[in-house]
């Protein structure tokens, strides 16, 4: 990178909300019609997960049924899997579009109220609710949610109610992490 | 055009993997776009701040919801080849309320995390390795709370259906829900977030026909047009290309031959999807190790996407010849048969005939590696010499737990779809 003692320049303001929809309503249409599928996330980390638990403890991973669902039968190998390698775009469009608009900034998004290490924690912890809510649900926000709620698929759309009643129900709890 | 194109086998695994990869990007993008790398811009939803979360997603939702409707109802795309996500209702709202409440505390969900630590916020990387955490410990106590996740199993099963309501009434009401609901959230953040409507917001100060008004009327539009256009799935009704079919109708390569199949199954190949046509009574009295139930008359009940390799067996050879020409008139393009059906699979397979005993050798050799492969499916190598006045005994299915040698392709195959 180039000299820090210039100031970056301004990031520029995000999308309108409507447009942002529309973008990725169309990326996830055109997914319906390519592939027959959705959007996900959550999964491909999974597949990472149990692909790494099985290359370090073997026994342990062919020994869990949840592990086991991830790592196929072994004529494949389990990475070459296509959420893995969208989720793998996922950063990249990340980047992309940051770089573009001049936010990227190593960084931490947090109310002026919590300290640096209360908001990691809670980012952590909340991070591991997540990934304990979203293998029990079969999905998160956007296996689940976006492309479920697109598909009018009836556990998605139990689901998505209870992902706002459940972030609602606590928002004031955590008022001081935010605002 | 046939979509959703990967089932229709119009490119395989490798090119699903860049598809997935540019999906990825643009998925990336506009979340990157929308502000989601963002955690406080996040949870200013549910204080009513900033209400984008529900505005990006319900637009995504409603966009591609009634694209879908358009092709599917135009014949372009087969909605009912579209993943759809098996409902287990309670564990989806107990899944539902954990992850709800891990946005709140962490300010991200998986997706928007990604796009947080790709362009450098801290804490979007602390929240994937906090994600990661769960999984492990979610794997390690899944054995204990494997029945509750697998309870209240509805199957694959829409809205439409468990209301009983039109497709397309429910496209056009969750369209009026959504902009319903996006006038709402413009007047809450007005009220209670004191934050004054701008030019590309539904309630903006001006008598205008704004570009946002504009798309909102065009949804509505769409919305109500499909209200009235009946089912989007695919009727009963096939078209095919006869004179392709004709061709291939006459060329050998789309029949197996019974030592062929064995040789698969042995070598444990779950590249095709072995069918029975045959009715489930004789099905369950004998049936080819690793093979699915599908009675003729159920085949056309898309049991398996369109570009997986099928072979069809029957008793004989009619029924699984008008297996073969229903399924390609289904799209199913890589159809196979075997050879002589059931009755071919015996004499070859199961009860291979031993050579006169002054045959060449070459044909002991083949007759000792047929009863081996006899012996592997419980059948009995047939001597000459001997006389067999009855038929055969066929070998005894094993119960389907303890799976007869071969493979079980089906099951083993890795999750594909859903998350």
């Known amino acids: 990178m180039s000299a820090s003692t210039e100031t970056p320049p301004p990031a520029k303001p995000h999308m309108n909300p409507y447009w942002a929809g529309f973008g990725l309503g169309l990326v996830l249409l055109s997914a319906f019609v390519v592939m027959g599928r959705g959007l996900g996330a959550s999964g491909a980390f999974t597949t990472a997960l149990a692909t790494t638990v099985h290359a370090v403890a073997p026994a342990h991973a062919e020994g869990n049924a949840f592990y086991r669902e991830y790592l196929g039968d072994g004529t494949t190998n389990p990475l070459k899997d296509w959420l893995v390698f969208e989720v793998l775009g996922v950063f990249v469009g990340g980047f992309l579009s940051g770089a573009l608009a001049n936010r990227l900034r190593l960084t931490i998004e947090k109310g002026p109220r919590i300290s640096t290490l209360g908001r990691l924690v809670l980012a952590f912890l909340g991070g591991a609710l997540m990934g304990i809510g979203a293998k029990l649900a079969l999905g998160c926000t956007s296996g689940q949610a976006l492309t479920g709620g697109a598909l009018l698929n009836v556990g998605s759309w139990a689901f998505m109610l209870c992902v706002f009643g459940g972030a609602y129900g606590l928002a004031w709890f955590l008022r001081r992490e935010w605002l | 055009m046939m979509a959703p194109f990967f089932k229709y086998g119009l490119f395989g695994d490798e090119v699903s993997l860049i598809v997935a990869f540019v999906t990825g990007i643009g998925f990336g993008f506009f979340l990157e776009r929308a502000g989601f790398g963002n955690a406080r811009l996040l949870a200013a939803q549910f204080y009513f701040r900033d209400l984008r979360v529900l505005k990006v997603m319900f637009t995504a939702i409603v966009t591609a919801m009634v694209g879908l409707f358009v092709l599917a109802r135009i014949g372009l795309v087969d909605l009912s080849l579209v993943y759809l996500t098996p409902t287990f209702l309670v564990p989806q709202i107990v899944g539902g309320l954990i992850l709800g409440a891990g946005f709140i505390v962490g300010g991200y969900c998986p997706g928007t995390s990604c796009v947080s630590a790709a362009i450098g916020r801290v804490d979007g990387m602390v929240f994937l390795a906090g994600m990661i955490g769960g999984l492990v410990g979610f794997a390690e106590i899944y054995p204990h709370i494997a029945a509750f996740a697998h309870s209240t199993p509805m199957g694959q099963l829409t809205l439409a259906q468990l209301f009983h309501i039109p497709y397309g009434v429910l496209v056009f009401a969750v369209v009026v829900m959504a902009l319903g609901a996006f006038v709402a959230a413009e007047w809450a953040e007005m009220k209670i977030g004191g934050k004054q409507p701008d030019a ?41 290309d006869a004179r392709q079919l004709a061709l291939d109708a006459g060329s050998p390569a789309d029949q197996v031959a019974a030592g062929q199949l064995a040789d698969w199954l042995i070598a444990g190949r779950n590249d095709f999807l072995l069918v029975d046509v045959r009715d489930a009574a004789a099905f369950a009295q004998y049936h080819i190790p690793a093979a699915l139930n599908v009675p003729l008359a159920n085949l056309a009940a898309d049991f398996a996407s369109r570009n997986e390799r099928i072979v069809v067996y029957g008793e004989g050879g009619t029924a699984a010849a008008q297996a073969w020409m229903l399924l390609r008139s289904l799209g199913y393009p890589a159809v196979h048969l075997l050879a002589g059906g059931l009755e071919e699979w015996k004499a070859t397979v199961l009860f291979p005939k031993a050579p006169a005993a002054d045959a060449p050798p070459i044909e002991q050799i083949e007759f000792a590696r047929r009863s081996a492969m006899a012996k592997y499916f419980g059948g009995t190598p047939q001597c000459t010499g001997a006389s067999a006045p009855t038929a055969p005994e066929l070998p005894k299915l094993l119960p389907p737990p303890a799976a007869a040698p071969g493979a079980t392709p089906v099951a083993q195959r890795k999750k594909k779809e859903g998350c």
């Open chain 2, 200 to 240: 590309g917001s539904l309630l903006a100060p001006t008598a205008r026909l704004t570009p946002v008004r504009r798309f909102a009327v065009a949804l509505l539009a769409i919305g109500l047009v499909a209200a009235f256009a009946g089912n989007p799935y695919r009727g009963p009704f096939a078209r095919i």
